[in-house]
């Protein structure tokens, strides 16, 4: 039978007919042996959470790493949905005058809803109203008015070109005269 140093052989035969000093040693290298084993155990343990701990680290960073790509996915979906909308606004701008003044022929009616219809799809909004509060962060202001009363103080009187956002992003800001009460 062939034994590494490392493995543990203790024989029946030594230690059931051997003298008590040959039991003693027999004991202390049996001992010495198992506490050699111990040790590797404690090492292969402490092995085993370094790798463990490196593999979590590794998948909180491919986490992280996944989290990041989709905000910045979804930050360039936005960017190019701002830039499209921006360079789309004065078309659909003199669309609006046009409809306002009831100008457009029949034959571009179809062309006037789908150009509304992309406004929905790029899920633009148009905001800024008459009386609606003064929002610094919606409205640009480029005028004041005189208000008839304190309620009225900070309300729009006039939207001059209206604003658009998609979702909480504006797009552009609206254009707008403001109240101002002098009382």
Known sequence: ??????????EEDEAFGASEEDSEALDARAEHKVGKIKKEL??????????????QRAKADYVNLFKRFEEEKQGSVTLGTLKASRAFLPAIDSLARA??????????????????????SLGLEQFGAIMDNFDPSLHE??????????????????????????????IRPAKVRVAHFEG
């Open 42 to 55: 404690d090492a292969c343990k402490k092995e085993r959470a370094e790798y463990l701990d490196g593999w």
């Open 99 to 120: 409809e306002t003044a009831g100008e457009i022929p029949e034959s571009f009616k179809g062309i006037a809803k789908q150009l509304h219809d992309a406004t929905k």
């Open 141 to 170: 202001a480029l005028g004041q008015d005189n208000a008839q009363s304190q309620e009225q103080e900070d309300t729009i009187t006039a939207v001059l070109e209206p604003g658009w956002k998609s979702g909480e992003q504006v």
């Open 1 to 10: 039978m062939s034994t590494d140093e490392n493995d543990v052989v203790v």
